[in-house]
Protein backbone atom coordinates (compact mmCIF):
# COMPACT_ATOMS: atom_id res chain seq x y z
CA UNK A 1 0.00 0.00 0.00
CA UNK A 2 2.87 2.32 0.92
CA UNK A 3 4.55 1.18 -2.54
CA UNK A 4 1.48 2.28 -4.19
CA UNK A 5 0.77 5.74 -2.01
CA UNK A 6 4.10 7.01 -2.37
CA UNK A 7 4.26 7.75 -6.03
CA UNK A 8 1.31 8.84 -6.53
CA UNK A 9 2.29 11.96 -4.34
CA UNK A 10 0.02 13.87 -1.66
CA UNK A 11 -2.80 13.39 -3.98
CA UNK A 12 -3.25 9.91 -3.20
CA UNK A 13 -4.02 10.80 0.94
CA UNK A 14 -7.69 12.53 0.12
CA UNK A 15 -8.34 9.60 -2.21
CA UNK A 16 -7.42 6.93 0.40
CA UNK A 17 -9.59 8.96 2.50
CA UNK A 18 -12.45 9.32 0.56
CA UNK A 19 -11.98 4.97 0.11
CA UNK A 20 -12.28 4.57 3.94
CA UNK A 21 -15.44 6.71 4.12
CA UNK A 22 -16.88 5.21 1.09
CA UNK A 23 -16.38 1.70 2.62
CA UNK A 24 -17.67 3.18 6.12
CA UNK A 25 -21.07 4.42 4.12
CA UNK A 26 -21.79 1.43 2.09
CA UNK A 27 -21.10 -1.00 5.25
CA UNK A 28 -23.49 1.34 7.22
CA UNK A 29 -26.31 1.93 4.52
CA UNK A 30 -26.16 -1.83 4.43
CA UNK A 31 -26.78 -2.49 7.88
CA UNK A 32 -29.78 0.81 8.20
CA UNK A 33 -31.44 0.14 4.83
CA UNK A 34 -32.12 -3.69 5.81
CA UNK A 35 -36.25 -4.25 4.82
CA UNK A 36 -36.85 -6.11 8.34
CA UNK A 37 -35.24 -3.14 9.89
CA UNK A 38 -37.08 -0.16 7.75
CA UNK A 39 -40.70 -2.24 7.02
CA UNK A 40 -41.16 -5.08 9.15
CA UNK A 41 -44.36 -7.06 7.55
CA UNK A 42 -44.74 -9.27 11.23
CA UNK A 43 -44.99 -5.92 13.24
CA UNK A 44 -47.09 -4.12 10.32
CA UNK A 45 -49.05 -7.53 10.65
CA UNK A 46 -49.29 -7.35 14.10
CA UNK A 47 -51.13 -3.73 14.04
CA UNK A 48 -53.59 -4.74 11.40
CA UNK A 49 -54.77 -7.68 13.86
CA UNK A 50 -54.83 -5.36 17.07
CA UNK A 51 -56.90 -2.44 14.47
CA UNK A 52 -59.27 -5.52 13.55
CA UNK A 53 -59.67 -6.63 16.78
CA UNK A 54 -60.06 -3.52 18.72
CA UNK A 55 -57.27 -4.09 21.13
CA UNK A 56 -54.82 -1.15 19.77
CA UNK A 57 -53.53 0.95 23.17
CA UNK A 58 -51.17 3.53 24.14
CA UNK A 59 -48.80 1.07 24.81
CA UNK A 60 -49.24 -1.40 22.02
CA UNK A 61 -48.79 2.48 20.22
CA UNK A 62 -45.24 2.44 21.63
CA UNK A 63 -44.25 -0.64 20.47
CA UNK A 64 -45.14 -0.01 16.82
CA UNK A 65 -43.67 3.40 16.84
CA UNK A 66 -40.33 2.16 18.28
CA UNK A 67 -40.23 -1.21 16.02
CA UNK A 68 -39.21 0.45 12.91
CA UNK A 69 -39.82 3.62 10.68
CA UNK A 70 -42.57 2.43 8.92
CA UNK A 71 -44.42 2.49 12.43
CA UNK A 72 -43.28 6.05 13.39
CA UNK A 73 -45.41 6.80 10.26
CA UNK A 74 -48.66 4.89 10.76
CA UNK A 75 -48.11 5.81 14.56
CA UNK A 76 -48.59 9.25 13.20
CA UNK A 77 -51.63 8.93 11.64
CA UNK A 78 -53.63 6.60 14.45
CA UNK A 79 -52.88 9.44 16.69
CA UNK A 80 -54.32 12.04 14.95
CA UNK A 81 -57.11 10.05 13.17
CA UNK A 82 -59.45 11.45 15.69
CA UNK A 83 -59.15 14.90 13.67
CA UNK A 84 -60.42 14.01 10.25
CA UNK A 85 -58.82 12.46 6.81
CA UNK A 86 -57.12 15.58 6.24
CA UNK A 87 -55.27 15.91 9.72
CA UNK A 88 -54.13 12.05 9.54
CA UNK A 89 -52.70 12.50 5.94
CA UNK A 90 -50.86 15.31 6.73
CA UNK A 91 -49.15 13.70 9.83
CA UNK A 92 -48.55 10.54 7.81
CA UNK A 93 -46.90 12.98 5.41
CA UNK A 94 -44.81 15.05 8.33
CA UNK A 95 -43.81 12.31 9.74
CA UNK A 96 -43.02 10.30 5.89
CA UNK A 97 -40.37 13.47 5.11
CA UNK A 98 -38.34 12.99 8.11
CA UNK A 99 -38.18 9.27 7.44
CA UNK A 100 -37.10 9.90 4.24
CA UNK A 101 -34.53 12.18 5.42
CA UNK A 102 -32.79 9.52 7.67
CA UNK A 103 -33.40 6.61 4.86
CA UNK A 104 -31.29 8.72 2.50
CA UNK A 105 -28.38 10.03 5.62
CA UNK A 106 -24.85 9.60 4.29
CA UNK A 107 -26.16 9.32 0.42
CA UNK A 108 -25.35 12.61 -0.54
CA UNK A 109 -21.29 12.26 0.97
CA UNK A 110 -21.47 8.81 -0.98
CA UNK A 111 -22.44 10.48 -4.11
CA UNK A 112 -19.96 13.17 -3.96
CA UNK A 113 -17.32 10.85 -3.50
CA UNK A 114 -17.83 9.35 -6.62
CA UNK A 115 -17.69 12.54 -8.93
CA UNK A 116 -14.84 13.89 -6.95
CA UNK A 117 -12.35 10.96 -6.70
CA UNK A 118 -11.89 10.88 -10.48
CA UNK A 119 -11.65 14.89 -10.39
CA UNK A 120 -9.08 14.26 -7.86
CA UNK A 121 -7.21 11.20 -9.60
CA UNK A 122 -7.17 13.58 -12.91
CA UNK A 123 -5.37 16.40 -10.96
CA UNK A 124 -2.68 14.29 -9.02
CA UNK A 125 -2.37 13.24 -13.38
CA UNK A 126 -2.05 16.46 -14.07
CA UNK A 127 0.43 17.45 -11.86
CA UNK A 128 2.63 13.97 -12.44
CA UNK A 129 2.21 14.90 -15.60
CA UNK A 130 3.75 18.75 -15.38
CA UNK A 131 6.73 17.09 -13.30
CA UNK A 132 7.62 14.66 -15.78
CA UNK A 133 7.70 17.64 -18.78
CA UNK A 134 9.73 19.96 -16.13
CA UNK A 135 12.17 16.80 -16.29
CA UNK A 136 12.36 17.11 -20.24
CA UNK A 137 13.06 20.32 -20.01
CA UNK A 138 16.01 20.01 -17.56
CA UNK A 139 17.44 16.50 -19.03
CA UNK A 140 15.93 16.36 -22.63
CA UNK A 141 14.33 12.99 -23.85
CA UNK A 142 17.72 11.06 -23.58
CA UNK A 143 16.63 8.17 -21.22
CA UNK A 144 12.92 7.29 -22.12
CA UNK A 145 12.41 4.64 -19.41
CA UNK A 146 12.59 7.63 -16.94
CA UNK A 147 10.71 9.41 -18.79
CA UNK A 148 8.25 6.60 -19.43
CA UNK A 149 8.26 5.50 -15.43
CA UNK A 150 7.46 8.99 -14.84
CA UNK A 151 4.31 9.31 -16.80
CA UNK A 152 3.42 6.22 -15.16
CA UNK A 153 3.48 7.22 -11.60
CA UNK A 154 1.45 10.32 -12.74
CA UNK A 155 -1.29 7.97 -13.75
CA UNK A 156 -1.34 6.09 -10.36
CA UNK A 157 -3.52 8.85 -9.33
CA UNK A 158 -5.90 8.64 -12.27
CA UNK A 159 -6.24 4.75 -11.61
CA UNK A 160 -7.02 4.89 -7.89
CA UNK A 161 -9.52 7.55 -8.59
CA UNK A 162 -11.77 5.74 -10.71
CA UNK A 163 -10.70 2.46 -8.56
CA UNK A 164 -13.18 4.73 -5.49
CA UNK A 165 -14.84 6.39 -7.82
CA UNK A 166 -17.18 3.15 -9.96
CA UNK A 167 -18.15 0.99 -6.42
CA UNK A 168 -18.89 4.44 -4.96
CA UNK A 169 -21.29 5.43 -7.27
CA UNK A 170 -22.85 1.84 -7.83
CA UNK A 171 -23.70 1.36 -4.47
CA UNK A 172 -25.21 5.20 -4.53
CA UNK A 173 -27.50 4.44 -7.15
CA UNK A 174 -28.19 0.87 -5.35
CA UNK A 175 -29.04 2.66 -2.50
CA UNK A 176 -31.18 5.39 -3.86
CA UNK A 177 -32.97 2.81 -5.82
CA UNK A 178 -33.41 1.12 -2.24
CA UNK A 179 -34.94 3.78 -0.60
CA UNK A 180 -37.45 4.48 -3.80
CA UNK A 181 -38.69 1.06 -3.43
CA UNK A 182 -39.41 1.80 0.59
CA UNK A 183 -40.73 4.64 0.28
CA UNK A 184 -43.39 3.47 -1.99
CA UNK A 185 -44.05 0.43 0.24
CA UNK A 186 -44.30 3.05 3.50
CA UNK A 187 -46.70 5.13 1.16
CA UNK A 188 -48.82 2.12 0.31
CA UNK A 189 -49.30 0.84 4.05
CA UNK A 190 -49.59 4.79 5.12
CA UNK A 191 -53.13 4.92 2.43
CA UNK A 192 -54.11 1.57 3.41
CA UNK A 193 -54.27 2.76 6.94
CA UNK A 194 -56.56 5.74 6.35
CA UNK A 195 -58.51 3.54 4.04
CA UNK A 196 -59.27 1.40 6.74
CA UNK A 197 -59.35 3.90 9.65
CA UNK A 198 -62.27 5.73 7.71
CA UNK A 199 -63.94 2.78 6.93
CA UNK A 200 -63.19 2.42 3.00
CA UNK A 201 -61.34 -0.57 3.03
CA UNK A 202 -61.39 -3.81 5.10
CA UNK A 203 -58.49 -5.36 6.77
CA UNK A 204 -57.12 -8.21 5.43
CA UNK A 205 -54.35 -10.39 7.83
CA UNK A 206 -51.74 -11.91 6.76
CA UNK A 207 -51.66 -14.64 9.07
CA UNK A 208 -48.18 -16.28 7.68
CA UNK A 209 -46.51 -13.10 8.77
CA UNK A 210 -47.18 -14.21 11.98
CA UNK A 211 -44.40 -13.82 14.58
Known amino acids: MLELLRPGGFIMIPLLICSVLALAIIIERFYALRVNRVA ?6 ELWRWIKKKELNSRKLRLVQESSPLGRIMVAGLTNAKHGRDIMKESIEHEASQVVHELERFLNPLGTIAVITPLLGLLGTVIGMIKVFAQIQLAGVGDPGVLAGGISEALITTASGLTVAIPALIFHRFFIRRV ?13 LVEVVHGDRDIVVNEDSES
Do not use: R
Open 40 to 45: PPATTN
Open 180 to 192: DEMVVNMEQEAMK
